[in-house]
Nanobody, 123 residues
C-alpha cells in the first residue's frame, strides 16, 4: 500500500524559506509522477508543482515559478519542495501526491495523497 508522509512545515516570516519533504513507501516509484498541492483556508486545493520521479522533468504553477523547486532523492524515496521568498499568500496546508504517469498539467487526478503539512507565513 502506498503511503506518503509530509514533513517540514511550520511558521516562517515573509521572505524566508522552508523545505518540505514527502517520504514515499509501498512500491517502486520510478515511473511515477509526484506532485505538491496546497489548500488555503476557504479556498480550493490548487496545484503547486510536479516532477517525474525519474528523469526530473518538472512543471510549476505560475504563482510559484522561480521561487519553489521540486526535486527527488530516489535513494531515499523522498520528494522535496524547496520554497523561497515566501509570502503570506503561500500560507496553506501542503499535500504530497503520487500517480502512475507524468503529464505536465495542474490536474489533481492523483491516486495517492498524504495527510498534509501546514505552512504559515504571517502578514
Amino acid at each position: 500500500q502506498v503511503q506518503l508522509v509530509e514533513s517540514g512545515g511550520g511558521l516562517v516570516q515573509a521572505g524566508g524559506s522552508l523545505r518540505l519533504s514527502c517520504a514515499a513507501s509501498g512500491r517502486t516509484f520510478s515511473n511515477y509522477a509526484m506532485g505538491w498541492f496546497r489548500q488555503a483556508p476557504g479556498k480550493e486545493r490548487e496545484f503547486v508543482a510536479a516532477i517525474r520521479y525519474s528523469g526530473s522533468i518538472t512543471y510549476y504553477a505560475d504563482s510559484v515559478k522561480g521561487r519553489f523547486t521540486i526535486s527527488t532523492d530516489n535513494a531515499k524515496n523522498t520528494v522535496y519542495l524547496q520554497m523561497n521568498s515566501l509570502t503570506p499568500e503561500d500560507t496553506a496546508v501542503y499535500y504530497c501526491a503520487a500517480r502512475a504517469y507524468y503529464r505536465a498539467d495542474a490536474s489533481s487526478s492523483y491516486d495517492y495523497w498524504g495527510q498534509g503539512t501546514q505552512v504559515t507565513v504571517p502578514s
